[in-house]
Nanobody, 123 residues
Framework: HVQLVESGGGSVQAGGSLRLSCVAS????????MGWFRQAPGKEREAVAT????????YYADSVRGRFTIARDSPKNTVYLQMNNLKPEDTSMYYC?????????????????WGQGTQVTVS
């Protein structure tokens, strides 16, 4: 059964960096897309970045493009989110998710597997 486990969150000062990791324990099933969403208190969930698992296609939210980079290590069923030049507005709970297809922009309803989340706090 697909289980997504995130790690790498923490507290950093503005301008700092973090790298989030998401491991799909037990494989990815029929998923062809994995990515990261975030949700801060009182705000709606938003897609941050997604990646097609069989090619170079990626999606980035306008607010993170140029600062964040999503990457995959398919043999390890792992997806990363390198977060550079972090800003206070990046503070959120970050969730890893997987879907059966890649779309730009992603549709939240297509993501049927979700991790428990990892907290990122920027001060």
């Amino acid at each position: 059964h697909v289980q997504l486990v995130e790690s790498g969150g923490g507290s950093v000062q503005a301008g700092g960096s973090l790298r989030l990791s998401c491991v799909a324990s037990g494989g990815i099933g029929d998923s062809t897309c994995m990515g990261w969403f975030r949700q801060a208190p009182g705000k709606e969930r938003e897609a941050v970045a997604t990646i097609y698992l069989h090619g170079p296609m990626t999606y980035y939210a306008d607010s993170v493009r140029g600062r964040f980079t999503i990457a995959r290590d398919s043999p390890k069923n792992t997806v990363y989110l390198q977060m550079n030049n972090l800003k206070p507005e990046d503070t959120s709970m970050y969730y890893c998710a997987a879907a059966r297809g890649f779309r730009d922009p992603p549709r939240t309803r297509d993501f049927n597997y979700w991790g428990q989340g990892t907290q990122v706090t920027v001060s």
